[in-house]
């Protein structure tokens, strides 16, 4: 699975979403996070497929999916595309499996918009105040400076934050797919949109509500991840009743690329229940 997998289209409230789907079998749905696409997801969907219907969507804003000026990125704007997707492929209860950004999305979508889940898998999900790297910030306060770079040191800068969210480090050719998006005038603005847009008010509105979830839920993280601290996210798994929590050493942020047999390991008897 690859980019060139989302060959599908939806007309969704904040722009075209480009989706797709692998496998047969109970639903499973793979929400990526920023600034990433359904891309990360390519082995563990394949791993998946042969037990479940597998599908994943570029947000709006990432990857394939529609960029544009003035285009509505936020975790608010996400959380009702993702339930209008569900919607929209007939799904009444899939299982969800959710990384960083992503995760913000699918708690939205289930505390606030009724999405209802059969499980839900967190992935180093971003959920827990405080959120957000220095760089991060740095770039949200002052992204219509960062917009006028000149195009290679863009790449280079987004190359080396990427990077970052690896611990054993990233294969050229993988480094350069997750690169990609953001290049060009369409996808260098989309990359300062999507942090300008990023509010800690979008999960402080949630936070709260997570000892309420009344579904089974596994949280896994890598112990290496340089961009959400380990114990954050453990302070995570002690708000929700019932959590399953799965560490993964030698893993740092973008646990699915770094370790996906790990990851798989930990989600293919959680999906069966």
């Known amino acids: 699975m690859g980019d060139q997998a989302t060959t599908e289209t939806y007309a969704s409230s904040a722009g075209t979403v480009r989706w797709g789907a692998v496998g047969a079998g109970d639903p499973v749905v793979l ?54 997707l569900l919607a929209h492929w007939g799904l009444e209860s899939p299982s969800v499996v959710a990384h ?20 839900l898998a967190l992935v180093s999900p971003v959920a827990m105040a405080p959120w957000g790297s220095p760089f991060f910030r740095l770039v949200g306060e002052h992204a219509e400076v960062f917009e006028r770079l000149p195009p290679a040191l863009h790449r280079a800068l ?27 005038a369409e996808g260098q603005a989309a990359f300062y949109r999507q942090i300008q847009q990023a509010d800690q008010a979008y999960t402080d509105e949630v936070q709260g509500l997570y000892p309420g979830i009344d579904l089974p839920v596994l949280l896994a993280w890598g112990e290496q991840d340089a961009w959400i601290p380990p114990e954050r996210t ?11 929590a799965h560490p993964i050493e ?22 069966q229940g």
């Open 31 to 84: 929400l990526h996070g920023t600034p990433f696409s359904s891309y990360v997801w390519r082995d563990v969907a394949a791993a998946l497929a042969p037990r479940h219907r597998v599908y994943f969507w570029d947000m709006p804003g990432y990857g394939t999916s529609e960029m544009r000026a003035g285009q509505d990125v936020s975790l608010a704007a996400q959380g009702r595309v993702f339930t209008e």
């Open 100 to 119: 960083d950004f992503g995760g913000a999305v699918a708690l939205r979508a289930h505390l606030l918009h009724g999405a209802s889940y059969a499980r």
């Open 158 to 184: 987004v190359a080396e934050y990427v990077r970052s969210a690896s611990a054993p480090g990233l294969l050229p050719p993988v480094l350069d797919r997750l690169v990609e998006p953001w290049t060009g």
């Open 234 to 244: 453990r302070a995570l798994a002690a708000l929700i009743p019932g959590l399953v």
């Open 250 to 271: 030698g893993a740092g942020h973008l646990v699915q690329l770094d370790a996906p047999a790990q990851l798989t390991a930990a989600l293919v008897p959680f999906l």
